[in-house]
């Protein structure tokens, strides 16, 4: 990482008049590099390093983040907390776009929302709330004058995701396949890769539309006020044409996992069905207005595909030999797996309990 005076001096790209005092070390995030900006001035900033690496055309995803934010706060317009409840990036001086990049690297800055706090594990009425803030940010975009592109083409397609793990596994780069966990893994995953795959079989056959979605609706990636009211939707680097399926499903994933994503302790690994229902209700409630039958009672499979394909993309990388993902020990994308392979099996057994509440 660049030191204080280089990053201060990135932060004069932008049209920023604060003075800055001090360059800190922000959020969890597995991808970009996250930073707080503070000022002697009213307003912090946060300032990210886009991992280029992964998102090719910062061009393109500047623009979904745009028109997104622009377009939600076209509607939130008479909200007196509006600046709390969509993100502002800040333009660079001299181009007018919402990046800098010196050739190499890609930054961009955002306020900083005050006030603002995120969570890594949220009770059933926080999920409530969670539910109803995407469902509403889906239904907010759902008439979005502009085209969106995909910031990491077929970023949520199973088959994409599986054919990759099968690459990984021909090619044996780490030379991690002759560990007998890594076959037995293997095996248990390719068992439910056709089931898995089921939302491109809809979607060819024109019975599943892509619409704009956030794509990466961690639990950790919304910010709540101090009383637990939700305030925005964060992190919007893979807002893109998808399935409603992944928002749906990537926030059960981690909100409704009773234990963190890399947590070792596999024996407690499980898919709280409290968070369900309250997510889904809120869900309903925001998404309900444009949601097709064909999506809401496929809810059930979506609780299934996200651990599903995090444990494949997990797995992957740990083939791979730990490319993609931060890791923090050798181990790490290993436990990873085992830990969302034992959600995916917690999820598949809840299934009909899932589809009953939905009311199918
Ligand atoms: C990555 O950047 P972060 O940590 O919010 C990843 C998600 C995964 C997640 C797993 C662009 O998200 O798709 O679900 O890690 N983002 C990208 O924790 O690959
Ligand atoms: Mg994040």
Redesign the pocket.
Known sequence: MLNTNELISIVGQFAVEEQVLAVKPLG?????DTLLVQTAGPRNYVLQRI?HA??QDVELLQHNIDCATAHIRKKLASDPDIDRKVLTFIPCRSTGKTYWTDGNAYWRLSVFIEGAYTHNTVNPEYSYYAGKAFGNFEAMLSDIPDTLGET?PD?HNMELRARQLHEAVSADKAGRMSQPEVQSILADLLKYEEQMCKAERLHREGLLPKRICH??T?V??MLFDAQGNVLCVI?L??LMPSFVFSDFG?FM??AGNTVA?DDPDIGKVALRMDIFEAFTKGYLEGAGSFLTPIEKENLPYAACLFPYM?AV??FADYINGDT??KIKYPEHNLV?TRNQVALFHSAMDQVPAMSKFIGI
């Open positions: 969890e995030g597995l991808i970009n991992n992964i998102f990491i970023f794509c990466d961690k950790n990636n992190d680097d893979t990537d994933r981690t994503e995090q993309r997990f993609y993902y990873r």
